[in-house]
C-alpha cells in the first residue's frame, strides 16, 4: 500500500510538473502574439470606449500637474489617466507601445499566477483548461493592447484573489500579512482605475475574514486589508479636494444611473435615457448634482418595483450580450476583436446580414447569453460542493461576478462592465464545464452499475 501510495504521488507530481510548464506556456505565448499585433498596429495601441477622454485627461495633467482641474480628471475616475501620464513621462512618443506591453505582461503573469494556485487544489486538472481560456479569450486579452481600463482591473483582481489563495494553502490555520498586504494592495490598485471595484475588495476579503479563526486574527486582517484598500481611492479624494475642493472619486455615477432609469429606459443606450424628475440636482456643484441623482435614482428603483424588475432582466441581457450581433448592446464597439471577427467582417451582402440579425442569429445570440450563465452556476455549484479550499475559491471568484452582475442592474445594461470580472467568470465557466462533463459521466455510468450488480 505505501509503495502504491508513493507512486501516485509521484504520477501526481509528474502531472502538476508538465501542467506548470503550460501555464506558463501559454500567457507567454499569447504574449507574444499580441507583441506582433502591437508591432503592426497604427502607433502601437487603440483607443477603447473612453480612450479619447483618458488621453484628454492626461493632457491636463501634463499641462497643470497632478491637481489639474480638467474635467475628466474628476467626472471619470482620475486613476487611470494618472497611470498613462506616468507611462508618458518615460516614453512620450511611443506611450501607447509602452501601454501594451505593461498591459499584457501584467494579464501574462496574472494567467499564470492565478492557475499556478489551482494546481495545490483538488481542480489542478483545470488549470491548464483554464490559462488557455482566460490567456487567448480574444476580446480580454487583446484588451491589454487598448486605452481602457478594463484589462489591468481583470488582472488585478486575479492577482487578489490568487494571493488568498495562496495564503489559505499556505497557512491554513492563519494568514500571512505580507500576502493578505500584497492582495488588498491589488485589488486597491483597480479601484484606482474604477472605483467600483471597492465593493469586490470588501466582499473578498469579508468572505476570507470568516475563514478566520481568532478574534485578534480577525482584527488584524481586518485593519490591514481595509486599510491597504482603501491607500488608491483615498488618493483619488486626496486629488479632487486639492484640484476642485470636492471630496469625490468621480462624478458620473448619476449620470449613468440615470440612462438606466425611467420612463421609455430600456436599461441600455438603444431607448430613451432622460432619468427621472430630480428638481435637487438642478443646481449646485456637479459633485452635489451626481449626489442629488444617484439619491433619485434609488428612490425611483425603491418607488417602482415592477418597473425595476423589467429593466433588471433587461441589463442582465445586455451584460452578458455578446460583443457582436442583434442582441449585443455595450460601448464595445471598438473591441479589437471586432476588427477580425468572422461573423462581421464576413457580412458583405443583405442576405448576409438578414442571416446574422435575424431569427437565427437571434437564437445562437440568446444560447450564447445562456450558455454562459448554465456554465457559470455550474461552476460555482460543483465547486461549492468539493467543500474545502474549492469552496472558498467558488465564494471568492464567484461575489465580484455576481456583484458586477448587480451593479450592472443598478445602473445600466453594457457587455462591457463585464471585461474586469472576465478572468474569473471564464474560470469558472471552464468549472462548470467540468462539473456538467463529470455529472453526465457519472450519469451514465450509473444505469451501467447497477445493471451489472443485478446480473450478479
Not at 197 to 208: D, E, P, V
Request: glycine share 10%; aromatic share 12%; hydrophobic share 50%.
Amino acid at each position: 500500500m505505501a509503495k502504491q501510495s508513493k507512486g501516485r504521488r509521484a504520477v501526481v507530481a509528474q502531472k502538476n510538473d508538465n501542467r506548470r510548464i503550460w501555464l506558463i506556456v501559454l500567457p507567454v505565448l499569447a504574449f507574444f502574439i499580441k507583441m506582433i499585433v502591437m508591432t503592426n498596429t497604427v502607433q502601437g495601441g487603440w483607443l477603447g470606449a473612453d480612450g479619447e477622454n483618458y488621453l484628454s485627461a492626461v493632457d491636463g495633467l501634463k499641462a497643470d500637474g497632478f491637481f489639474s482641474e480638467v474635467r475628466n480628471l474628476h467626472y471619470w475616475p482620475a486613476g487611470y489617466s494618472i497611470f498613462i501620464w506616468l507611462l508618458v513621462k518615460i516614453a512620450a512618443g511611443n506611450f501607447l507601445y509602452l501601454l501594451s506591453i505593461t498591459q499584457g505582461l501584467l494579464f501574462a503573469y496574472a494567467t499564470y499566477f492565478f492557475t499556478k494556485q489551482l494546481l495545490s487544489t483538488r481542480i489542478a486538472l483545470l488549470a491548464v483548461a483554464a490559462s488557455f481560456f482566460v490567456s487567448f479569450n480574444p476580446t480580454l486579452s487583446l484588451s491589454s493592447n487598448v486605452v481602457g481600463y478594463e484589462t489591468p482591473a481583470a488582472s488585478l483582481l486575479l492577482i487578489s484573489i490568487a494571493l488568498l489563495i495562496k495564503d489559505k494553502l499556505e497557512n491554513p490555520l492563519g494568514y500571512s500579512r505580507k500576502l493578505a498586504a500584497l492582495s488588498a494592495l491589488a485589488i486597491g490598485l483597480s479601484c484606482f482605475f474604477q472605483p467600483r471595484n471597492i465593493l469586490f475588495g470588501i466582499a473578498i476579503f469579508f468572505i476570507y475574514f470568516l475563514t478566520l479563526t481568532g478574534k485578534k486574527s480577525k482584527i488584524q486582517f481586518a485593519a490591514i486589508t481595509l486599510v491597504v484598500l482603501m491607500l488608491f481611492p483615498a488618493i483619488l479624494m486626496g486629488r479632487n479636494i486639492g484640484a476642485i475642493n470636492s471630496a469625490t472619486i468621480s462624478t458620473n455615477l448619476g449620470t449613468t444611473m440615470f440612462i438606466g432609469i425611467g420612463d421609455g429606459a430600456t436599461g441600455g443606450y438603444n431607448g430613451k435615457y432622460n432619468g427621472v424628475p430630480c428638481p435637487a440636482s438642478e443646481k449646485g456643484t456637479e459633485a452635489q448634482v451626481d449626489s442629488a441623482k444617484v439619491k433619485c435614482a434609488l428612490v425611483w428603483y425603491v418607488k417602482n418595483p415592477g418597473k425595476t424588475l423589467v429593466l433588471a432582466a433587461k441589463k442582465t441581457a445586455f451584460f452578458w450580450s455578446p460583443w457582436f450581433g442583434p442582441v449585443a448592446n455595450g460601448t464595445m464597439a471598438r473591441n479589437p476583436w471586432l476588427k477580425i471577427d468572422p461573423v462581421k467582417t464576413g457580412i458583405k451582402t443583405q442576405e448576409n446580414y438578414d442571416f446574422v440579425f435575424g431569427g437565427f442569429g437571434k437564437m445562437v445570440s440568446w444560447l450564447w447569453v445562456i450558455g454562459q450563465l448554465v456554465l457559470l452556476f455550474s461552476g460555482l455549484m460543483w465547486l461549492w460542493k468539493m467543500g474545502g479550499n474549492e469552496k472558498l475559491l467558488a465564494k471568492l471568484a464567484g461575489a465580484p461576478v455576481l456583484l458586477g452582475w448587480l451593479i450592472s442592474m443598478g445602473t445600466i445594461g453594457d457587455h462591457r462592465f463585464r471585461l474586469p470580472q472576465m478572468g474569473l467568470s471564464l474560470f469558472l465557466q471552464v468549472a462548470g464545464f467540468y462539473g456538467l462533463r463529470k455529472r453526465l459521466s457519472v450519469a451514465g455510468i450509473a444505469p451501467t452499475l447497477e445493471a451489472s450488480t443485478k446480473a450478479r
